[in-house]
């Protein structure tokens, strides 16, 4: 398996902009997870998904993030209108039941 | 907060020394997970403790947990350079199937 794909690997934009964040998930994993990463916050959990349906989105920061899971291999994390304070890396993970995480390698996120 | 939280944040050895990382929470768990993460990479699962298990190794690494302190530990015996990481405890909460990770404790394995 290719574990966790996620695009792009960087993106630079303006602030303003609407930035898509893409997941691929493991197949045949249930759960999906979308993380953000800080040197001031750490990894904070933004969402999850079990079975394409959101669980928890309490992490999300505001409503200019939504995040979407059409099917079991394919999710996205879309923020409109970014801001400079979203510039992080974004990862996506996922999981079978109760087990480990795997994580994509992430997305490097710098709003300007 | 239900996060875990490393100590200490960062720790500097010479390699083939032992490394030591504790990770403490504040609610009861069913499982404890570490993590590695290698500098611009996403995490890497380590080992799994579940609330009733006291202690676990695999290879170089060794896992202990006390759930009556709430806290648990991660040994590397005779670290390498290619140890140098940040390494993440990440706990359940009781609360399903997310994990909640601590801020991660920085190991430089100086050769």
């Known amino acids: 398996d290719a574990g966790v794909i996620q695009s792009p690997r960087h993106e630079v934009t303006e602030m303003g902009q609407e930035v898509t964040l893409r997941c691929k998930p493991i197949s045949g994993h249930d759960y999906l997870f979308w993380y953000r990463q800080t040197m001031m916050r750490g990894l904070e959990l933004l969402i999850y998904f079990n079975n394409n349906v959101p669980i928890d989105d309490s992490g999300m920061p505001e409503d200019r993030f939504s995040a979407k899971m059409p099917n079991a291999s394919f999710s996205t994390l879309k923020i409109q209108p970014s801001e400079p304070r979203d510039s992080a890396v974004y990862f996506c993970a996922s999981q079978r039941a109760v087990s480990e995480q795997y994580f994509g390698p992430g997305t490097r996120l710098t709003v300007t | 907060s239900q996060q875990g939280e490393e100590d200490p944040q960062a720790l500097s050895i010479q390699e083939g020394e032992n490394a030591t990382m504790n990770c403490s929470y504040k609610?009861?768990?069913?499982?404890l997970q570490w993590y590695r993460q290698n500098s611009g990479r996403g995490l890497v699962h380590l080992i799994l403790i579940r609330s009733n298990e006291r202690e676990k190794h695999s290879g170089r690494l060794r896992v202990t947990l006390d759930t009556s302190k709430k806290s648990s530990s991660l040994l590397i015996t005779a670290s390498r350079a290619a140890d140098t990481a940040s390494y993440f405890c990440?706990?359940?909460?009781?609360?399903?199937?997310?994990?909640?990770f601590g801020t991660g404790t920085s190991l430089t394995v100086i050769p």
């Open positions: 990440a706990t359940d909460a009781n609360t399903g199937n997310q994990f909640y």
């Open positions: 609610t009861s768990i069913n499982n």
